[in-house]
């Protein structure tokens, strides 16, 4: 049997964190301001602090989802 670095709870963290930070940039999205008018939607509370957060909330979630230990039994095959 082959002894991978990561186990099925590592993915499962790696996806979620993944997702967190999809959201993120989602709620970064959306119009600009153009030459005719200016949006001042760009300035939102939303864009510039809560999605950054969201992002950074992510990335940290993929650090812990890398460095979740494996459980003792997953790794019993390793002196094979």
């Not at 967190?20 to 001042?40: H, Q, R």
């Amino acid at each position: 049997m082959k002894n991978f670095a990561f186990t099925k709870i590592n993915y499962i963290l790696l996806i979620i964190g993944l997702a967190i930070i999809v959201v993120g940039f989602i709620l970064m999205s959306g119009s600009g301001t153009t030459e005719e008018a200016f949006n001042p939607d760009i300035f939102s509370d939303m864009r510039i602090k809560v999605a950054p957060m969201v992002c950074l909330f992510g990335f940290l979630f993929e650090i812990v989802a890398i460095l979740w230990p494996a459980k003792n039994g997953a790794n019993a095959h390793q002196n094979d």
